[in-house]
């Protein structure tokens, strides 16, 4: 019989060396681990750090009993957390940290956050089992190919359907980073996968009231994608057909829908989809990037003033619609962080009342805005199923004036993707500033320079200091755990 799909994955993973990673993807794997941390670092000086450090803390079962008693329970690191933690929990908390700003980088076709579910658990692989820098690229570079195709063998649907594919395929990647260092052999290392089809979860109703669940999801991931892999080095096997079967991934997920086996692995070792994942420059939804670009270069073009506006609409796809325009009362008037970063008439009205829209223009005070929100009031939107969506997050945006005059804005390919990138530079300037939030200029400085030469490195003790260091977040682990709520 020929290999299934997910043995076909696992051995391409396992007979991976790092040589033979092109230089352009192993840079690429830099960046995102850069842009990754950056992130986390920003998270974990907000408010959202707090119920889930209180998770993750909650999880070790380790209460300290004064201040200088040391609750180590664990060999890995946690962003902002001087105590270590078991592999699977940190990795659950710095995937939510990571992912909670909605910041970080996404995989354009197959809709996948490609670095939040994977790079904590290959940063706690590489920490559990003492390796080289180059060993946890490798590892990263098998997980996001491996995850991606996933997601490629039905680009949209799963989103279609409820079903946040990030959630989901990253499991699966964050399995197969955590078994490459591991050593566990291509045979368990399928168990593994076959496991991660009974771990891997996520819906997308927290768009229904706005509430923050969408954060757990990649530290979630990761958390099951090693814990498959510690059950699986353990005997504990899995169905081999866990993606295309019967009772798998596809068919229990899509129905009859179509899908692609074929997808899950085309192209490995040639076609090397990392290089296709875009950054963000925006704090939200991806799919609101073009129309707040398109928009930003109206209002600085046009001279546009929020107060002379008279209506906006957004020519959008209806995948785009679903997510941050429908139902259109709600999103105009949104109940929270969350509610606010997958709100298309909240953003662009930022961005035309105060020509951003950052991290800041998401806590309580900035979303109460009466301005803001009476401009976002104005938004409406047409469907236009032209548009290269998912292959693209297009975005075109109307504004007309209370004179009469109208002005229309076109972004086909959302900035930060191939086809419009970050320059190395962006990536640069974006990390600091985010990791600034949690580290002095200095440390930042040395962590980037750290993880820029990762390959060079004997080990990430260095970059687990530093991310042990992050002094800015706002609780004392040792309340929560004594107030949990």
């Not at 033979?20 to 408010?47: N, Q, R, W, Y």
């Not at 939040?116 to 658990?121: D, F, L, M, T």
């Amino acid at each position: 019989m020929s290999p299934t799909p997910s043995e076909t994955l696992c051995q391409f993973s396992h007979d991976l060396a790092f040589y033979d990673i092109p230089t352009a993807v192993v840079h690429k794997a830099k960046l995102l681990i850069l842009d990754f941390l950056g992130i986390a670092l920003a998270a974990c000086s907000m408010e959202i750090d707090k119920p889930l450090r209180a998770m993750a803390i909650a999880m070790t079962g380790n209460i300290p009993a004064t201040e200088n008693t040391s609750y180590d329970s664990g060999p890995c690191s946690t962003i902002g957390e001087k105590y270590r933690m078991p592999a699977a929990t940190a990795a659950f908390l710095n995937g939510a940290l990571g992912h909670s700003l909605d910041f970080d980088d996404t995989h354009a076709k197959s809709i996948i956050h490609t670095a939040a579910p994977v790079v904590p658990a290959a940063f706690a692989g590489a920490e559990v089992f003492q390796k080289k820098g180059q060993d946890m690229i490798r590892a990263c570079a098998a997980g996001f190919e491996s995850e991606i195709r996933i997601g490629l063998a039905a680009p949209g649907k799963f989103h279609a359907r409820g079903f946040h594919m990030t959630a989901i395929a990253g499991t699966f990647g964050a399995a197969i980073a955590y078994a490459l260092q591991s050593g566990l052999s291509a045979e368990r290392m399928n168990w593994s996968l076959g496991i991660c089809g009974s771990m891997a979860a996520g819906l997308f109703e927290y768009l229904e009231n706005g509430s923050p669940v969408k954060a757990l999801h990649p530290g979630w991931a990761a958390h099951g994608g090693i814990c498959s892999t510690i059950l699986a080095d353990n005997d504990f096997s899995g169905p081999q057909t866990v993606l295309e079967g019967r009772f798998g991934l596809l068919k229990s997920h899509l129905g009859d829908e179509e899908f692609e086996v074929e997808a899950l692995t085309r192209g490995l070792g040639e076609i090397w989809e990392t290089l296709a994942t875009g950054f963000k420059p925006y704090p939200c939804g991806h799919v609101i990037h073009s129309f707040l670009d398109a928009g930003l270069r109206l209002k600085e073009r046009e001279k546009i003033h929020h107060a002379k506006i008279k209506n906006i609409v957004c020519h959008a796809a209806k995948g785009a619609i679903d997510l941050v325009l429908d139902p259109i009362e709600v999103k105009r008037k949104p109940r929270g962080e969350y509610d606010a970063k997958f709100s298309l008439p909240y953003c662009l009205a930022s961005i035309f009342v105060r020509g951003r829209c950052g991290v800041e223009d998401f806590d309580k005070r900035a979303i109460e805005d009466s301005t803001v929100l009476a401009l976002a009031n104005k938004v409406s939107f047409a469907q236009d199923d032209s548009q290269d969506f998912p292959r693209f997050f297009p975005g075109v945006v109307e504004v007309r004036l209370d004179d009469g005059s109208t002005f229309f804005e076109e972004e086909k390919h959302q900035r930060g993707c191939p086809e419009n990138p970050f320059t190395d530079d962006d990536v640069y300037e974006k990390f600091k500033d985010n990791a600034q939030r949690s580290l002095s200029s200095v440390e930042a400085d040395n962590l980037k320079a750290m993880v820029m030469s990762l390959e060079d490195l004997e080990d990430v003790n260095g970059i687990g200091e530093l991310l042990r260091s992050a002094t800015n977040h706002r609780v004392d682990p040792r309340s929560l755990l004594q107030n949990p709520a």
